[in-house]
């Protein structure tokens, strides 16, 4: 089947714009997590989605970053006002609850 | 704070040899630790992965070894190939609260040469 998919696969913006990455989970998947994943560093968490629970976003490393998930499926990360210190590529897991977590391909950002 | 410390941060190992990572981690709260291997361009897939109740757990080539008391934990690929040429993370997931977040290492980026 379909794993996660995430648009765009590359996004090259200016400093300053506001930036919309994608994520589509695997169906039926409950929870859905984003992460950031810098050059020579591990992934970093950056929030979390469970059912209708509220988000954990306990990862959000200031105030322009923003998601949220509509339906309890697809998921958008925002970034306002973007930095050339957010330059990075943006993973998209999902997972059925208390599972294993499948990634997406990730979108890899440029802040010029 | 970085609770998950991952070395070597590269290695090259001859074809038909052993491949070895090591992590270490602070939280004793982590009861879920997993290894992510992941190819250029592609987003990390679960290689394997061992709960704190068995200190070792073995699939075909992949071993994860655990020492609880130490807090470390370490991936061995037995008979390394050119395929398992790639960057690998360790993980570990505290499942308190159903808070599923993994928390990372900075990888290893694995080169096998023949």
């Known amino acids: 089947g379909a794993g996660v998919s995430q648009s765009p696969s590359n996004k090259v913006t200016e400093k300053g714009k506001d930036v919309e990455l994608r994520c589509d989970p695997i169906?039926?998947?409950?929870?859905l997590y984003w992460y950031r994943q810098s050059l020579g560093q591990g992934l970093e968490f950056l929030i979390y989605?469970?059912?209708?629970?509220?988000?954990?976003k306990s990862g959000l490393p200031s105030d322009r970053f923003s998601a949220e998930r509509t339906g309890g499926s697809v998921s958008t990360l925002t970034i306002q006002r973007t930095q050339q210190e957010d330059s990075a590529v943006y993973l998209c897991?999902?997972?059925?609850?208390?599972?294993?977590?499948?990634f997406g391909p990730g979108t890899r950002l440029t802040v010029l | 704070q970085q609770q998950v410390k991952q070395s070597p941060q590269s290695l090259i190992v001859q074809k038909g040899g052993i491949s070895i990572i090591n992590c270490a981690y602070e939280?004793?709260?982590?009861?879920?630790f997993p290894w992510y291997q992941q190819f250029p361009g592609k987003g990390p897939a679960l290689l394997i992965a061992?709960?704190?109740?068995?200190s070792e757990k073995k699939e075909g080539r992949f071993t994860i070894s655990f020492n609880k008391s130490a807090k470390q934990f370490s991936l061995h690929i037995m008979d390394s190939q050119p395929g398992d040429s790639a960057t690998y993370f360790c993980?570990?997931?505290?499942?308190?609260?159903?808070?599923?977040?993994?928390?990372f290492g900075t990888g290893t980026r694995l080169t096998i040469i023949p």
């Open positions: 897991a999902s997972s059925p609850q208390l599972a294993e977590q499948f």
């Open positions: 169906s039926g998947h409950t929870a």
């Open positions: 989605f469970q059912g209708n629970s509220a988000p954990d």
């Open positions: 939280n004793t709260a982590f009861d879920y």
């Open positions: 061992i709960r704190p109740d068995v």
């Open positions: 993980a570990a997931k505290a499942s308190n609260f159903g808070n599923e977040k993994l928390t």
